[in-house]
């Protein structure tokens, strides 16, 4: 049996067994979801136990033909991109399982919806096939549909609505890109038609020179620009602050922190790999979006009041550092393009479950009626301290690495260096916004409407998913080979598809 | 399109041509001809001879008059299929009879089904 | 030896099926004019055995691999005639149509319940247009195409109608009346152009005929074609011809509505493959070369599936009654079949493949969807979206089965809609209309807003009552083998998909065949 799919379909099983059971206790909700999400991350850490760090190409392949008649396989496998993800992507799930007391009814409903969305991320991380890839990019919208519809807040079944339509649209997009591009590499390159992304890698590759570069450009940043919608970047961003807003706080970590790494690892993985020569054409215009959304999404934190909605836009401004970290092509860029995947996935879902907590005590997310919570929750402020550093990107925290290296690959790129000086600029704004956060909450007077409120510190089973996280934020800032060293052997191989 | 195509076209405009001048030339030459005097009786319809006892646009005919016609196009189609298989009887044998018969068989259950659904009964 | 009129003996196994069906239905209807009022249900019944007898005819033939034509010969004329083809095509599609009109019977049985009326006229009107139904996916021939139509037509007029107390439902019949004989009489004038032009009827001569006239002729294959597409544009249901839809559909019984929706559009896409692309071939072939000077037929062809995907899809927003929204967003779907039927002739005849996988999971995730519309209507007493609030708790498992078909329809993976769509729309790339895959699938998002109201009404909105839903045996099982059966084909599409690949190879041999 292979272990990926051990890992990809533990979720599963726990979500379709749990249909049968009846949905009386909550608490046993709660313990199902960690079990299954915890056995799912041991299989995860057992591929990383048993993955050979200094081999580049896929590992664990397994491929069966699915439908024959167009090349679709069923394809798992797994390299040093994207090991790290399928590791966050189980960690993060852990700890928003681990999470679980936001959820007040329909418990079952809501770790089946999760734990099939796990499933689904889980799965798209190990595919090797784009068609399914796409599966997976889908099998995690319908769960986000209903997690976001049932247990938001706010005007939750219009957000629910307009996420799944804004990302269906790019998905459409996406899947008849992808058709295009199978028949274009058969077409051109004259082999048999096949969707399997190693396969149609190298025939790509064949037929590079013969394939129209209009047709390559146009199919690139039509892959592009639909992979951008899941990260979110600037100007595809519109549905990001409605959902991360209205979603109950688990679930926004699971889609801010994971979910929005679907598009990035798509365009790493897929789009440009796939399409070399048109993504080192097109790289300025993604390293301009992603410049863009660095200051847009920084600028626009600082002007909310809503703790929830400045994650959102924080969130979309690291987004285009991973972005701008993707267009420089080079090493470092890409490295620190990874780094910011896995920093960021761990980052964001601890700040959501701090702002959760925060929100919990308060009753509400407006930094206006906030303050003084260090007097009272120490522990809690102590965590949303770190983590805001570590946002910044401050020595010794994952944030660091990941920042410091897209940048540094950015300058390297001489179509980006402009770019990128004026992308630095973002620090500026993203210091102020997350300071200014943190002052605003922790510090000053507790406001009057607070001081009656008994406000305890946190209790150990809320505390245990933010310190996870942040432990993993310093262990990865203090030990960057954590991630570096499945990543460097592969991240050559893709590089070596490049051309550099 | 070959221009025999056209002059098969040609043959019904000629058609439609004539059979309007005829209609509208010899309702004119009458009018040319004969006197003209209305009276109130001339625009009452005819109703073989009998003196009309409602306005022409209230009478109403009972449904079950074209219930009755459509029984009679039924075994008018009968009639219609039947001659030329008795025609031609001698060339097609055994299965032009069982033909004709299944033919027969189905109408039946369509005179069946009228009958049963009392549509044979004037109520 | 005196010349035979015709001689078809050895060849009554390629109508065996539609015998049955005549067969069977002229015996219910004996049998249901023998019957005191209240036992109706028998012809129900019998009715549903013959459907079965027939899907076994049809399935062992296929096991068999019988094929064939059914031939004769004009009294003093030399060579053959064919009037039915027997291919993979004909069996594949009579197959869905067999499975979706037993689906609908059972649907129907339960819809008589409680109601006085003409319960067993419903069952073998059903029956008679099923017939026809095959009668269109079988024919070589234009006159047997034409009788097959009439066949399915005629039926499916009174059948709108049924509920003769129901204002609505009589002006569905009426409507469907008027509109589908107009409908007929433009197809069969189109015919007359073909017949015109190619001096025969039987469509496997037709298209070498056709090749021989073209050059000369090519004004008059397109008003050929203009025609075909109104009459056949009526009877498919698709934009701009596609007024009769919503009315029809909200008006007619609900299980009439299924059949209309899946047996009667599937037949007229059935008949639209065989004479609105294959005598076509050869004149799209030469709108390739560049002396060509008629209408682009491709490009007609996916404007009005673009059309039918928009309009269907954007119309479909704004209903408030499930049956309504349902004709509308049936009317999107004919506008993705479309896409494969505009990549036929570019691509061969290997597209017909995807418009066959299609339309089995359209007629499975149709019919699942209105086996539960049925239901919560008619227990609610209200057709709007609100008779659905609730549905998640109060029949978790009904709801979660209507979840999988509108899933499925909106083209979400893991149904088998989704690889419909991959199969049509893949096909069109291939057939370079890639323009009118991008277009499909970004209308079809529109679609996710209506589906996702229903599961909006079912998960999100509390129910005004707590009791359960309770569903006859019958309809469990349709409404369990239309859920099952979509997530079967979902996740192994192969399948179904390896049969409806050979259908391609098949077709073609109907081109290519000598009579």
């Known amino acids: 049996m292979n272990l990926l799919l051990v890992a990809v379909g533990l979720p599963l099983l726990g979500a379709v067994a749990g249909a049968f059971l009846p949905s009386r206790s909550a608490a046993l909700w709660r313990w199902w979801g960690v079990g299954f999400s915890l056995a799912a991350l041991v299989a995860a850490v057992l591929v990383a136990v048993q993955f050979d760090m200094g081999q580049g190409s896929l590992q664990m392949r397994l491929s069966l033909p699915w439908v024959p008649l167009f090349g679709v396989t069923f394809g798992v496998g797994i390299n040093g991109i994207s090991l790290p993800l399928l590791l966050l992507s189980a960690v993060v799930f852990c700890a928003a399982f681990a999470s679980f007391g936001w959820i007040e009814e329909r418990q079952k409903e809501y770790a089946l919806w999760l734990l099939v969305m796990e499933c689904g991320l889980l799965g798209l991380f190990v595919a090797t096939d784009l068609i399914l890839f796409f599966v997976f990019f889908e099998v995690v919208l319908i769960p986000s549909y209903f997690l976001v519809g049932i247990f938001g807040r706010g005007n939750r079944e219009h957000t629910a609505i307009k996420f799944v339509t804004y990302t269906g649209v790019a998905s459409a997009v996406l899947l008849i890109s992808f058709v295009l591009l199978a028949f274009t590499a058969a077409r051109y390159g004259g082999g048999n038609l096949t969707t399997d992304i190693p396969a149609l890698t190298q025939a790509m590759g064949a037929a590079e020179a013969r394939i129209p570069a209009g047709l390559q450009t146009a199919l690139f940043l039509a892959m592009a620009l639909a992979f951008m919608v899941k990260m979110p970047i600037f100007p595809l961003h519109s549905w990001a602050p409605d959902v991360y807003r209205d979603a109950p706080i688990p679930v926004a970590a699971v889609l801010s922190g994971v979910m929005s790494k679907m598009g990035a690892y798509g365009i790493l993985r897929i789009a440009v790999p796939l399409l070399p020569a048109a993504a080192s054409q097109a790289s300025w215009l993604l390293g301009l979006l992603g410049v863009i959304s660095i200051l847009y999404g920084a600028i626009a934190a600082l002007g909310q009041k809503d703790l929830r909605l400045l994650l959102a836009y924080s969130s979309m401004s690291h987004m285009g550092v991973l972005l701008l970290g993707i267009a420089s092509l080079n090493t470092v860029g890409l490295q620190g393009a990874v780094f910011q995947m896995v920093s960021h996935g761990l980052i964001i879902p601890g700040l959501f479950f701090v702002v959760g907590l925060i929100g919990l005590r308060a009753q509400s997310y407006d930094l206006q009626e906030l303050g003084g919570l260090w007097q009272r929750s120490p522990r809690l402020m102590g965590v949303f301290l770190v983590l805001g550093l570590a946002a910044l990107g401050l020595p010794l925290t994952s944030g660091f690495i990941a920042e410091f290296q897209a940048f540094a690959g950015a300058f390297r790129a001489s179509q980006l260096q402009v770019l990128s000086f004026i992308g630095v600029l973002g620090f500026i704004f993203s210091a102020s916004y997350i300071l200014w956060m943190v002052e605003r909450t922790a510090y000053g007077p507790l406001p009057p409407r607070l001081e009656q409120a008994s406000i305890r510190d946190v209790t150990a089973m809320e505390w245990v998913s933010p310190l996870v996280l942040v432990l993993l934020v310093v262990a990865v800032g203090v030990f960057p080979a954590l991630v570096g060293t499945p990543l460097t052997p592969s991240l050559g191989e893709l590089l070596r598809g490049l051309g550099g | 399109m070959p221009a025999v195509y056209w002059h098969s076209w040609l043959v019904v405009v000629l058609f439609l041509v004539l059979g309007v001048a005829l209609a509208f030339g010899l309702l004119g030459l009458g009018s040319l001809f004969r006197p003209h005097q209305p009276s109130a009786a001339k625009k009452t319809p005819y109703e073989s001879g009998a003196i009309d006892i409602v306005e022409a646009k209230e009478v109403r005919f009972n449904v079950r008059y074209y219930l009755f016609a459509l029984m009679f196009v039924l075994f008018d189609v009968e009639t219609v299929f039947l001659f030329p298989w008795a025609v031609a009887f001698n060339r097609l044998h055994l299965f032009g009879l069982i033909e004709a018969f299944i033919f027969l068989a189905m109408l039946g259950v369509g005179l069946a089904y009228a009958w049963k659904k009392k549509v044979l009964r004037w109520q | ?515």
């Open chain 3, 1 to 515: 030896m005196p010349p035979t009129l015709i001689d078809i003996t050895g060849q009554w196994q390629y109508l065996l099926a539609e015998m049955v069906l005549v067969g069977g239905g002229i015996v219910a209807m004996i049998v249901d004019l023998l019957l005191p009022r209240r036992n109706k249900s028998v012809v129900g019944y019998f009715s549903l055995a013959i459907v079965l007898a027939a899907i076994t005819v049809v399935a062992v033939q296929m096991g068999r691999h019988v094929g064939g034509y059914l031939q004769f010969q004009y009294v003093g004329a030399t060579g053959w005639k064919n009037t039915v083809v027997v291919d993979l095509f004909a069996q594949l599609m009579s197959l869905i149509m067999l499975v979706g009109a037993l689906f609908v019977l059972v649907m129907d049985v339960y819809d008589w319940r409680g109601r006085q009326g003409y319960e067993g006229e419903s069952y073998y009107l059903i029956l008679f247009a099923t017939t026809g139904a095959l009668l269109m996916a079988n024919s070589a021939d234009l006159i047997t195409l034409f009788i097959g139509m009439e066949l399915l037509s005629l039926p499916s007029y009174v059948l709108a109608g049924l509920h003769r107390q129901n204002v609505k439902s009589n002006e569905a019949g009426l409507k469907y009346f008027l509109y589908g004989g107009l409908a007929t009489a433009a197809i069969l004038y189109g015919m007359s152009f073909l017949y015109g032009l190619s001096g025969t009827t039987d469509l496997v001569a037709m298209p070498s005929a056709i090749a021989s006239q073209l050059p000369n002729e090519r004004l008059f294959f397109d008003i050929a074609f203009a025609f075909l597409l109104l009459g056949l544009g009526f009877k498919m249901a698709v934009v701009p011809f596609h007024m009769w839809a919503p009315d029809v559909y909200e008006g007619a019984p609900t299980p009439v509505t299924a059949y209309l929706s899946v047996v009667s559009k599937v037949a007229g896409f059935a008949m639209a493959t065989r004479v609105l692309i294959v005598p076509f071939l050869p004149v799209v072939a030469e709108s390739t070369t560049a002396a060509h000077t008629g209408l682009p037929l491709v490009t007609i062809l996916a404007i009005v599936a673009v059309l039918s995907m928009l309009g269907g899809n954007a119309a479909a927003l704004r209903q408030r009654n499930a049956k309504r929204l349902f004709a509308y967003s049936s009317i999107a779907q004919a506008g993705y079949v479309l896409v494969g039927l505009a990549a036929m002739p570019g691509q061969s005849a290997a597209t017909a493949g995807s418009m066959v996988f299609y339309l089995a999971v359209y007629a499975l995730m149709n019919v699942g969807a209105f086996v539960t519309i049925e239901w919560v209507t008619r227990a609610a007493g209200d057709e709007s979206l609100a008779a659905f609030a609730g549905l998640g708790r109060r029949s978790p498992w009904m709801a979660f089965a209507f979840t999988v078909c509108l899933l499925s329809l909106g083209g979400f993976p893991i149904t088998a809609g989704f690889w419909g769509k991959f199969f049509l729309f893949s096909f069109a790339v291939n057939a370079q209309l890639s323009w009118l895959a991008y277009a499909g699938m970004v209308l079809s998002v529109i679609s996710f807003v209506y589906y996702f109201r229903f599961i909006r009404q079912m998960y999100f909105v509390r129910p005004a009552t707590a009791e359960t839903l309770q569903v006859d045996a019958g309809n469990t099982v349709v409404l369990a083998l239309c859920t099952v059966g979509v997530l079967f084909f979902g996740i192994v599409p192969n399948v179904l998909m390896g049969p409806a690949q050979a259908v391609g190879a098949s077709f073609l041999s109907m081109l290519n065949a000598v009579p």
